[in-house]
């Protein structure tokens, strides 16, 4: 409820109104901000606790030698607990800190620059991938004889394994792609198979995003004489909505995925792909390194991740909350 | 409210799209090669120098890696940075080999003009169809050992019996199957073939007993480790090695590779092999003369594998694969490809012994002549390995 001194302006409804507004926005930011600390605590909590899980195994693991009979699982069907298989969590958070040889800048700093490296590459991928899946949703919404021609080939597309279409798309684009008026670059075969993975759940979630209007709905359009176009604006599109970001949302991590698969398959230069490459080849004189590498990886698609989740809460957030007010 | 929506998307994505744009534009002046050191260190006197006339136009020619920059090329990437191509009227891009890369297939489909590949992968694929060749055998022995801790007491082939043996596959185990079978020991039954990563965790937690290594690569990796019993490195004494030179297993490895029919057909292409094969050897006389000066270019021309201590080991190890190289650089060995050939018909790698075709050996005599009119010792005959210190994890 308003308090005492904004009472006496609260004649003028338009001053009330906007008082209102204030606040619902002013909780509405605090609430956000509760709900980002919150989250972020349970994270860093939940990390701890794998932290502390690993590193109770491994002292246990340490403590009873792994070549014993009495835990017959641990150090065999569970890893060995040496620091070879287990590098110590401080060790492997201590490599961010660290300066590698013949290096100028810290690992995390490397690992930075690498992942932005990898994400042009899925990202481009991405767009590319969301353009090609809208438009294969939009084709096969229109046309239902294009969705039961289509859909099965679409599915098929995706169980052909990565790494038997990533030589392909390289060699491809090596040879064939220089109709395109720019030089082919082997990171764009990358991105190629970022695409790959991203088109297809956004064709899938989208199609059925965009059948989701009621038929009341739709015959509401009709009756104000909606054409295609003002049907698909103003209701098809905004309905797909929810259904297109929980596309987006699997889209986005994917695309890291493909583009660290592919830098690896491609042999690309200068991403994630060939920081993991290259520290599973270092492993035995620093195993440590790549289990922080495998963690800046995650850490990118966490990131994307929660970009998406946050263009999501700006394009289709307010939708809920206008509603209800 | 719901006419914005879609707007609003879009409006995002085009922002996102500018923004990843300009970043691209940033990164791709960060990311373009700084001039190496190398570059400019004033080589020694080069007998082939002559007054650069006004600047020609230079062809643009590609080379396919194996695998990705070490000093395994390190002879390629001098003569890249060193100007070596450039003498000869070529502009070289070498591009990074991959996980999924086999060069034979990459310069086959035209994806490159010239190959790295060891010899059996350019045969094999060459028996199915690929219509390549090998112009220079650079690489004059094997660099493929078995490794094992010395207690285990495999000292040759036949002590493998009843072991679990570490392979790489994808053709790497040619010579450690043809090794079994030379003392009678059948590779199906007699050993446990275990499939090994590339590097060497699975012989030091004792998965394993004995483990494929390359001298100048997983050999070395071993070296630069830990022994967690003594907190020292391991030391050369604590393993025995199986070399399959030694053995007479051994098979070809690093040669370059050329397109067979268009050496034929166009006399352009084949003057730009010569030319690109005299270039590239050259690169390895001068990485033999100037060994500090060729691990810098390879620690210089990409981040490699492994830190420059460990390059400076390979460095030193794949001169000792060339040199000395009796018959001159780059070419043919026709003994050891006999025995190359030997070995893949009798392991049922090859169907058949190739056809003449499947090298040649006047490109390389061309670019010898041409270097040894120009001063060069194309031999190499007082090749002496150095001593290389050995430093953890290679840095």
New interface residues.
Partial sequence: MPNTDTMAAADDPLVREHRIKQQAAQEQRRDTVVRVVRQTVTFVVFLGLLAGLYTGYKAFGQSIGDAQHDWAVVGSVLP?T????MPPVGEIFGQFGET????DRIYAHILFDEA??TL?EA??GF?VG?VIGMAIALALAQWRRLEQGLLPYVIASQTIPL?AI??II??WG??NFDVFPWEWQ?WMSVSVIATYLTFFPVAVNGLRGLQSPRPENQELMESYAANWFQTL??LR??AS?PYLFAALKIAATASIVGAIVG????????GLG?RI??E????????DRLFASVLGAAVLGIFVFLVVTA?ER???G??TQ?STT | MNKQKPWRLLALLLAFVVVAASCGNDDDEASEPAPSPATEAPAAPEPTEAPAPEPVELQEVSLQLQWVPQSQFAGFFAARDLGFYEDVGLDVTIIDGGLDIVPATVLDSGGADFAVSWVPRGLVPREEGLNITNIAQVFQRSGTLQVSFVDAGITGPSDLEGKLVGNWGFGNEFELLAGLVSVGLDPQSDVTLVQQDFNMTALVNGDIDAAQAMIYNEYAQVLETIDPDTGELFQPEDFSVIDWNDVGTAMLQDAIWADADKLETDAEYRDIAVRFVEASLRGWIHCRDNFNECVDIVVGASPPFGGPAHQAWMMNEINALIWPSPGGVGIMDQALYDQTIDVATSQGILQAAPDAGAFRTDIAEEAVANLEAAGHDVYGNDFARRTVEVKEGGN
């Fill in positions: 060995r040496d620091d070879l298989n590698p040889g013949g290096q932005v490296f042009r990202f481009a767009l969301l790494i990533a030589p390289v060699i090596r040879k082997d604006w103003r599109l905004p909505l830098e690896i398959s491609a042999g690309v230069e200068g060939r490459l290259r599973a080849f270092n492993y035995t004189t620093g195993p263009v700006l394009v289709v307010h939708q206008e």
